[in-house]
């Protein structure tokens, strides 16, 4: 089972890479670090759960970063960079072709409806739809936290939900469906249900169309325990 200190050195590995692209990375996030220092800010979502699969050398996604940090704080952190506002409500910005989200820890989508109670940093874990997102890196302390369910179902490859509220339900379900195929994950009783009730099929390709297929049959047909895709030979070539 993937342990912290795991996930913070993988990170560390990452950040230490000397090519460009990694050590415009590193440079970014010292610059914010620097500019927030007495605030702590994380890497927070997809680019902890991809390291956490081992699957850092591949990770070519946005990066989410939260701060303790007021809003008026950070747009002086990153003016530099010229952000944009974000649908966050917070600040979108690109340094060598890489995207960076990021936003006040207030003003998480969970904690502003009243759904998680954000009373420190670590409540942050809690705010993620799926299990394995539960997880931050912390550019000021340089520390990871890692939720127990995040590193259970990390363990297990069983995707499920951890909080079962989103604002954008068609986007969890397309997510689900790409971890479920890309990472060989199982789908939890749950989160089948939920794929189910928010499917809309004219947003799906083929593979995705017979992963649901699949996913539909393994429901109705009441077959106990998680849901785990196995693909055609011919579905990728």
């Known amino acids: ?6 996930l913070r050195n993988s990170v560390r590995g990452y950040l230490s890479h000397p090519s460009v692209e990694r050590m415009a990375l590193k440079a970014t996030l010292d610059s914010i670090k620097s500019r927030l220092p007495d605030s702590e800010t994380v890497i927070f979502g997809g680019m902890l759960r991809d390291f ?20 008026g704080d950070i747009a002086k952190a ?21 995207i960076y989200d990021i936003w006040a820890f207030e003003d998480t989508w969970a904690f502003r409806e009243g759904l998680v109670a954000g009373t420190e940093l670590k409540d942050i874990l809690k705010t993620t739809f799926f299990n394995v997102d539960a997880s931050a890196y912390s550019i000021t302390r340089d520390c990871c936290y890692v939720s127990l369910i995040m590193r259970s179902s990390i363990e297990a490859r069983l995707l499920d939900i951890n909080l079962a509220e989103n604002p954008s339900p068609d986007g969890m379900v397309r997510r689900a469906i790409r971890i479920g195929c890309e990472k060989n994950f199982a789908i939890a009783p749950e989160l089948a249900r939920f794929l189910l009730r928010n499917l809309k099929l004219q947003h799906l390709d083929r593979v995705s169309c017979m992963f649901m297929l699949g996913l539909k049959k393994h429901v109705e047909h009441g077959v106990e325990g998680p849901y785990r895709f196995v693909p055609q030979p011919t579905l990728f070539p």
Not at 56 to 66: E, G, K, Q, T
Not at 81 to 96: A, E, H, I, L, T
Request: zero cysteines; a positive charge.
């Open 1 to 6: 089972m993937i342990s912290p200190d795991d």
């Open 52 to 71: 956490a699969l081992g699957d850092a050398r591949r990770f070519s996604s946005d990066i989410d970063l939260v701060s303790l940090a007021s809003k």
């Open 78 to 98: 990153v003016k530099e960079f010229s952000p944009v506002r974000n649908k966050f409500g917070g600040y979108r910005f690109s340094v060598k072709k890489q």
